[in-house]
């Protein structure tokens, strides 16, 4: 089984729908991540959690939010989602102390109409 | 603050033939430095990482990088590539203390041609 699961694989909502994103890991790491990924761009941080009561912004959190249910849960919710967030979005673990080496889940590909 | 450059968004090789990707980066402190691999449909996995000690880190399917401090460089290689190469490359900085914060460069896609 995988160490880090993400669901859906695959999405298509309209815009102005709620969506929720789900992440759940195994392998016992407090850090958790979540990215997107577009063309050309890379990854960008959207929002870190370093344990269940310590969660941040990253770089580009607008119209995002988040929520780390238990150490092993962290769910990404696009409140009312827009085209331009159109994208593959990843969850990561590590733990402290590994030295930013980071765990991905398979992705989650968003399509908003 | 840290960033990453990879000057070359795609790198097409011949198979068998050997390839480098680039990778510099800047920043203010000391850094970890890796590499990751994304197959298509896929998340991205490590491929090798530099900490510290040797500059010449050797990683997974036959990939090594060498850490140069005074070029702020990380370049990737591997000296005959296989198709099953195909894919895209990221590199990424970690900063060494605490926080630990990772940023990742915008990717290289190696396309091994038969």
């Known amino acids: 089984d995988a160490d880090v699961t993400q669901t859906p694989r695959n999405r298509i909502t309209k815009t102005g729908k709620r969506i929720m994103l789900e992440c759940s890991q195994t392998?016992?790491?407090?850090?958790m991540y979540w990215y997107r990924q577009d063309p050309g761009l890379g990854l960008q941080l959207i929002y870190y959690?370093?344990?269940?009561?310590?969660?941040n912004k990253g770089e580009i959190s607008d119209g995002y939010s988040v929520s780390r249910q238990a150490q092993a849960k962290f769910s990404l919710s696009l409140e009312s989602a827009i085209p331009n967030q159109t994208a593959l979005y990843f969850c990561?673990?590590?733990?402290?102390?590994?030295?930013?080496?980071?765990?991905f889940g398979p992705g989650t590909r968003l399509t908003v109409l | 603050a840290q960033s990453v450059t990879q000057l070359d968004s795609q790198v097409p090789v011949f198979e068998e033939a050997p390839v480098e990707l680039r990778c510099n980066y800047s920043?203010?402190?000391?850094?970890?430095l890796f590499w990751y691999v994304q197959y298509p449909n896929q998340g991205l996995q490590l491929l090798l990482k530099?900490?510290?000690?040797?500059?010449l880190v050797k990683g997974i399917n036959g990939f090594e990088a060498e850490f140069n401090k005074s070029q702020t460089s990380f370049h990737l290689r591997k000296p005959s590539v296989h198709i099953s190469d195909t894919a895209e490359y990221f590199c990424?900085?970690?900063?060494?203390?605490?926080?630990?914060?990772?940023?990742f460069g915008t990717g290289t896609k190696l396309q091994v041609i038969p």
């Open positions: 990561a673990t590590t733990r402290t102390g590994e030295a930013g080496t980071q765990y």
């Open positions: 392998k016992g790491h407090d850090r």
């Open positions: 959690s370093f344990d269940v009561k310590d969660i």
């Open positions: 920043s203010s402190v000391s850094v970890y």
């Open positions: 530099y900490l510290s000690g040797s500059t």
């Open positions: 990424a900085v970690s900063d060494s203390g605490g926080y630990q914060k990772v940023t």
